[in-house]
């Protein structure tokens, strides 16, 4: 059973950055790895991906030239830099382990694997 361990998130001001963890439990080789963000009362959303073995990052238009998406092979982890938050960008951060990266918006019913989730919130 893959796992998922997300950790970074917190609490910070418009314009400010955070790094983004997650920790999967078996080589990313043969997976999409995927941020998605759920705000209170939207549903979730695909904000980026990258594949395991395939150095092509997807990003949604709003956070494009904000986010960056990388990873780790052998460390089996993925981050997310994000630079320049915006209030808009508050919410509950996933990542999910699938085999669809591209094509968004991406279903989150395509996705097995899902951390727990860590809590971003921008705010002055």
């Known amino acids: 059973q893959l796992e998922l361990v997300e950790s970074g998130g917190g609490l910070v001001q418009p314009g400010g950055s955070l790094r983004l963890s997650c920790k999967v439990s078996?080589?990313?080789?043969?997976?999409?790895i995927v941020w998605f963000r759920q705000a209170p009362g939207k549903e979730r959303e695909g904000v980026s991906s990258?594949?395991?073995?395939?150095?092509?990052?997807y990003y949604i238009d709003s956070v494009k030239g904000r986010f960056t998406i990388s990873r780790d092979n052998d460390n089996y982890a993925v981050y997310l830099q994000m630079n320049s938050l915006q209030v808009e960008d508050t919410g509950l951060y996933y990542c999910?382990?699938?085999?669809?990266?591209?094509?968004?918006?991406?279903?989150?019913?395509?996705?097995?694997?899902w951390g727990q989730g860590t809590q971003v919130t921008v705010s002055s």
């Open positions: 999910a382990a699938g085999f669809v990266c591209s094509g968004y918006p991406l279903p989150a019913g395509a996705f097995n694997y």
């Open positions: 078996e080589s990313l080789d043969y997976y999409c």
């Open positions: 990258i594949h395991g073995s395939q150095d092509t990052p």
